[in-house]
């Protein structure tokens, strides 16, 4: 199974590096780009022995603990048999 971790910025907090992506597309004459938010991706191996509920709590628990700084980043994830 493997776990597909999203970490991004929270709407709250200024993402300067997104920001300056969308003004390059939009320079470069991309239309319709609102808003760009940049972030992070993990991929986690997951025991194949493990039920999904066993995951789905393990995945969190690493999300929470290892891979996003709750204070200014949020995270999503899905899991993939």
Known sequence: MKAHVY???????LDAQGQTIAD?????RYQ??????QGKYFVLSIDS???ESEARSEVER????VLVNPVIEEYSFHLEA
Do not use: P
């Open 7 to 13: 970490v991004t910025l929270k709407r709250t907090v």
């Open 24 to 28: 390059a597309l939009r320079r470069m």
């Open 32 to 37: 319709g780009i609102e808003d760009v938010r």
């Open 49 to 51: 022995q493990a039920s």
């Open 62 to 65: 690493i999300a929470r603990e």
